[in-house]
């Protein structure tokens, strides 16, 4: 696209609009809200929160705390909680058969929001083995260990409908098996529950940013191997406008870029290529740096977050998953 033409300095002086807050607040090209945010929360047994020593400032909810963050989200201005569960060991199998209780941990949180505030919020449940698996994939293994595709998609359908039918709001398969959008509006549609949006992790990569998260859900020791079959690799581009456009064709609501600060240029791409909600998930990583660098005097916190929730913004994010959103909602307010 063509750049316009501009007179030349000193007819024009860019700084004139820079020159007092209210002209730069007047000018600007991009605002943050708090509607933009969605809160990841990590759930667990028990009755007292559990801080996770890799994520400072985040802890593990036990249920019976959810409904005060759910309040805590609507009174920010929060409109939607992205649950994700730190299952006991003792529930944790090689086909990671709990995802499929009705009784389990990503329920139970469900039913817990949904008893206390209704749909004043909305819950987003993440649909993947790994929280669930003894060996820490995302899917089932042949003997070999590889991660196979079609009978993994399976267990996702049953997850989603398990998770659907305690009111989850938003399924998000998180686990990059092929086909598994389209199997899973197919069985949502059959099941009765036209109505619940799938977030598709789209375009996720083998990230070396995931440490903290795998901490969180308590997957990061166990994982035997990596993820390099299944997630995608941080040198592509063009694959993740495949990846994504199939999903869309499979029936996906919304998709998702996971990273975000290193994967900015897929947001835009994605943005620019496609007519739905493109989300960016600020990952556990990137909590990290920025709590690391506030921790050492290295930066200013509240500054760092703003600016790079406003990158996300600027290149096209309708939304960001972040643990800082209720931080960022104050400050934004």
């Known amino acids: 696209m063509a750049m316009p ?47 996770v020593a890799s994520l400072p400032g985040v802890s593990r909810i036990p249920l019976s705390g959810l409904a005060d963050k759910a309040k805590e989200a609507i009174d920010l201005g929060i409109p939607c909680l992205a649950l994700f569960p730190h299952t006991p060991p003792g529930r944790r199998n090689e086909d990671g058969g709990e995802a499929a209780n009705p009784d389990n941990l990503m329920c139970g949180g469900i039913r817990a929001i949904k008893d206390a505030v209704g749909d004043a919020i909305g819950v987003l449940t993440d649909v993947a083995l790994d929280p669930y698996t003894s060996h820490g994939q995302d899917g089932l293994l042949d003997e070999a260990g590889y991660v196979v595709n079609d009978a993994t998609v399976d267990a996702l359908v049953g997850q989603a409908l398990n998770q659907a039918a305690a009111g989850s709001d938003i399924v998000a398969p998180s686990d990059m098996m092929d086909g598994r959008i389209g199997a899973i509006r197919e069985a949502l549609e059959q099941e009765g529950h036209a109505n619940v949006q799938i977030m598709a992790y789209a375009a996720k990569y083998a990230s070396a940013f995931y440490g903290p998260f795998r901490d969180a859900v308590g997957s990061g020791g166990l994982l035997k191997g990596d993820k390099t079959s299944y997630q995608m690799d941080p040198a592509n581009a063009s694959e993740a406008m495949r990846e994504i456009a199939l999903d869309i064709a499979e029936g996906a ?14 947001v835009r791409m994605a943005a620019d290529r496609f007519e739905l909600p493109v989300y960016a998930y600020m990952v556990s990583g990137e909590y990290a740096m920025i709590e690391a660098m506030a921790a050492v005097g290295a930066g200013n916190r509240d500054a760092l977050l703003l600016e790079i929730l406003t990158g996300f913004k600027r290149a096209g994010a309708s939304g960001v998953l972040t643990y800082h959103a209720p931080v960022a909602a104050k400050l934004i307010g």
């Open 5 to 51: 033409v501009h007179s030349a300095y000193p007819a024009t002086r860019l700084r004139r609009t820079r020159s007092a807050a209210w002209s730069r607040d007047m000018v600007r090209e991009n605002r943050l809200h708090p509607s933009d945010l969605i809160w990841p929360l990590f759930i667990a047994n028990g009755d007292t929160q559990e801080p």
């Open 253 to 266: 609501d919304g998709v998702m870029v996971k990273p975000g600060l290193p994967y900015l240029d897929i």
